[in-house]
């Protein structure tokens, strides 16, 4: 709070400056700002971008926000002059903006939409590469967020302001923001960057499959494409959603209230024995891989070495994740082989646990009997001791 209305102040106070104090101030910020651009490491100046305001004394203008994006092709578009800096470097970007909504809602006269400087910066501007850029990794979703998640600026032009604050509630942030993951997708991912917008129906499936490319290939082999074609339904979003993906739960498959398939299936639709027969093998594979998981724990806190069945643990877990992928065939029979292979191994996990604590009870009984062979030496050596001459 008092970091805001210090803020809130400083603004307050700059407002009240006169104008010539104000546009000197900010011509100043902006000079500090460049020293640490790529385009001033570049040998940019600000002729580059700007041109003299008539009679202000060497004050420059920006230019108006339809102009920046083509401004900024002069150089980015030219491959000639990017390949001084960089061989590799896009020269399409421009190109990709005119198809994107930004560039066409630009290009109608909408100024309000994004245009380069509001995602990359202005006189600060930084290298993808550099952590202190918007648009690297980590701060993507913030720099979208920052229009996208404003209800006020969102509305006006027919738009919803959720995705962003449903986005940070899904895996996908999870991954990026808590685990540091940069693999994991955020809105340029799957929107673009600068050809952001929204995947149509047709084109979803091919977008989380940049990722998931064994479900999207069980899916299309699977009998559910067509009829997911057939109704218009964008194939992953009708149980997985878009932007606020959850981790997938085994209680997702099922006919009760609450289960995914639950949202098309009941017990007399096509398929539902299928629904029930995966479900219950879901369940007896993830109690197995728990009993055996715990077993094991039990066994290595009681300070046995249990090499094996946590071998077997693992290669039961990776059949338990190869089960749940094999659930997009929508189908029993390579399904349940998976499943069954995991169940084995969880039961060699689960073995190898009994036998540990079982070799655990004959240890301790073989230390108990010893110790009482001990203990009886001790007492016939004490009354042997004091029998002897002397000892009275």
Not at 60 to 65: G, K, S, V
Not at 239 to 244: E, I, Q, V
Not at 349 to 362: D, F, K, S, T
Request: proline share 5%; with cysteine; net charge positive.
């Amino acid at each position: 709070m008092r970091r805001c209305l210090a803020i809130a102040g400083i603004l307050v106070a700059f407002t009240l400056l006169p104008r010539g104090v104000r546009a000197q101030t900010a011509m100043d910020a902006a000079t500090a700002a460049f020293q640490d651009d790529v385009h001033a490491s570049a040998g940019l100046t600000c002729v580059a971008c700007h041109t003299a305001r008539t009679g202000s004394g060497g004050a420059y203008q920006a230019p108006p926000r339809a102009a920046v994006a083509p401004l900024c092709a002069t150089c980015h578009s030219d491959a000639g002059y990017m390949r001084r800096f960089d061989p590799q470097v896009r020269v399409d970007q421009f190109l990709q903006y005119q198809t994107s909504t930004h560039g066409r809602r630009m290009a109608g006269g909408e100024t309000r939409v994004a245009t380069c400087t509001d995602c990359h910066g202005t006189h600060g501007v930084k290298r993808v590469a550099d952590p202190r850029s918007p648009v690297a990794p980590l701060n993507v979703p913030t720099t979208c967020g920052r229009c996208h998640g404003d209800a006020a600026r969102m509305t006006p032009l027919g738009r919803d302001a959720a995705p962003p604050t449903d986005w940070s509630a899904s895996v996908h942030a999870a991954a990026l923001l808590k685990r540091g993951d940069t693999s994991a997708p955020a809105c340029a991912s799957c929107h673009g960057s600068h050809g952001a917008t929204p995947p149509g129906v047709s084109s979803v499936a091919n977008v989380c499959a940049q990722c998931h490319l064994r479900e999207a290939e069980l899916f299309r082999a699977s009998p559910k494409q067509a009829i997911f074609d057939a109704i218009g339904q964008a194939e992953c979003l009708v149980c997985h959603s878009n932007h606020r993906i959850e981790p997938p739960a085994d209680t997702w498959v099922g006919l009760e209230e609450g289960a995914v398939c639950a949202q098309c299936h009941d017990q007399t639709t096509n398929g539902a024995q299928t629904i029930r027969d995966i479900r219950q093998e879901l369940g007896r594979l993830s109690a197995a891989v728990s009993e055996a998981g715990a077993l094991l724990t039990r066994a290595e806190l009681a300070g046995m070495l249990v090499d094996e069945g946590r071998a077997a643990l693992r290669e039961a877990r990776e059949h338990q994740v190869q089960s749940r992928v094999l659930v997009h065939a929508f189908a029993a029979a390579p399904f349940a082989e998976r499943a069954a292979a995991g169940v084995a191994s969880a039961r060699r996990a689960h073995e190898a646990g009994q036998a540990a604590l079982q070799e655990i009870q004959v240890r301790r009984r073989g230390l108990a009997v010893a110790t009482l062979l001990v203990l009886a030496f001790l007492v016939t050596l004490g009354l042997k001791i004091r029998r002897l001459p002397g000892n009275y």
